[in-house]
């Protein structure tokens, strides 16, 4: 019996799941090579325009030195903290329709946001945003020279970002079975992407724990040589008789 066949494209027109949103919300965001556009908020309650100013240039220079083009910036006086966006509602949308306006895609506010205010924040501005934190540890990252270093600062980025993790264009909330990597039926977004980074934090815990015992031993060699050239250096050598 002969059997004659013909190779089948498996549906290339299948799209990935949730449109390839997914795959690109695990990959760390120090990672990615391709700028993004940012529109910067100095906001405060520094009545100072001098002061006010220099706060906005600060913020800017450390987006540049983090690689992303800044296509707009404004300045915001903070009369109120409003506990669920820091800025309420409306300038909320305000400042997401000018960021929207000017090609932005992400809003780097020079403030501390809490994980639940940045949360909220994006739910409004329908964008993702980042403080004044997160910025400035990935531009440590960024310029960490040592492996070790490097460890150091991602752990610190991590656990910055687990009590964050949250994706616009994906419900966090939604059941994740049939996805690569999760634990079938039940199993959020959020739930799924909280896993993977635990898992990385395990793993660089343990490389800085090798790293600390590495450094140890070195420290306690040094101090093994330094005391065996001073007995040799004070003993004084015997004489032939």
């Not at 707009?72 to 949308?93: A, D, F, N, V, W």
């Not at 000018?98 to 639940?116: F, K, N, Q, T, Y």
């Not at 990252?141 to 949250?166: D, G, N």
């Not at 090798?210 to 060699?221: C, D, H, V």
Request: glycine share 8%; hydrophobic share 35%.
């Amino acid at each position: 019996m002969r059997f004659y066949s013909q190779p089948v494209h498996e549906h290339a027109e299948v799209p990935l799941a949730d449109e390839g949103e997914w795959e690109r919300l695990v990959e760390p965001r120090q990672t990615t090579t391709e700028p993004t556009g940012v529109y910067v908020l100095s906001v405060g309650r520094e009545r100072d325009a001098l002061i006010r100013q220099a706060q906005l240039q600060e913020i800017c220079e450390l987006v540049r030195a983090q690689g992303d083009p800044i296509l707009g910036q404004e300045i915001r006086m903070l009369t109120k903290s409003h506990p669920r966006t820091l800025l309420g509602k409306g300038s909320c949308q305000e400042v997401a329709e000018r960021a929207r306006a000017c090609g932005a895609r992400m809003i780097v506010l020079d403030a501390e946001l809490s994980p639940s205010q940045m949360r909220n924040f994006e739910d409004l501005a329908g964008m993702p945003v980042c403080d004044r934190e997160g910025i400035i540890l990935n531009v440590f990252l960024q310029h960490a020279s040592t492996r070790r270093a490097r460890v150091q600062v991602e752990i610190a980025q991590l656990e910055y970002l687990r009590p964050r993790i949250r994706g616009v264009g994906i419900d966090m909330d939604q059941q994740m079975g049939g996805v690569k990597g999760s634990r079938g039926p039940g199993e959020t977004a959020s739930e799924l992407l909280a896993r993977k980074l635990d898992s990385r934090l395990a793993e660089l815990e343990k490389l800085q724990l090798k790293f600390q015992r590495s450094e140890l031993q070195q420290r306690q060699g040094r101090s093994k040589c330094r005391r065996i050239a001073l007995v040799g250096y004070t003993t004084p050598a015997k004489r032939p008789s």
